[in-house]
């Protein structure tokens, strides 16, 4: 019974894994569109907007093959060799989706919304406007 609950475990991972891949893979479709469709009047806010479509895809991506990640693990019998290069891939994914929020959103997750705009408006820069 137990073998059986283990392979439907492992086989909802591996769709998971799937579902987390075509994420990311359609994401950059439609950056890849949204290009296209720009190209005559290609603009500052449209490069702005592809690179926070192919941000956010990547970063769900990545949210969701964590979870893959953690059904699959959990589901063998995992030994403290599995354990480490589950924490490490896990560790490596969730530096990567911090630096893709930080570069989307200009401010740390835990940051408000207000205080990264008065960081801005007292750089060096902001005091010459």
Avoid: C
Avoid at 54 to 59: A, D
């Amino acid at each position: 019974m137990i073998e059986i609950l283990t392979q439907y475990i492992d086989s909802i991972a591996k769709i998971i894994e799937f579902v987390g891949v075509m994420i990311m893979v359609l994401g950059l479709i439609y950056a890849f569109y949204k290009t296209i469709s720009s190209l005559g009047h290609f603009t500052d806010e449209t490069y702005v907007s592809i690179r926070q479509a192919v941000g956010k895809s990547i970063l769900l991506g990545l949210e969701v093959l964590i979870a893959a990640d953690i059904m699959a693990t959990v589901v063998t019998e995992p030994t403290l060799k599995d354990v480490l290069v589950l924490g490490f891939i896990v560790l490596i994914r969730t530096f990567l989706s911090l630096s893709l929020q930080v570069e989307l959103e200009g401010r740390f997750p835990w940051q408000s919304k207000k205080s990264a705009s008065e960081k801005r408006l007292n750089t060096p820069q902001a005091d010459k406007i």
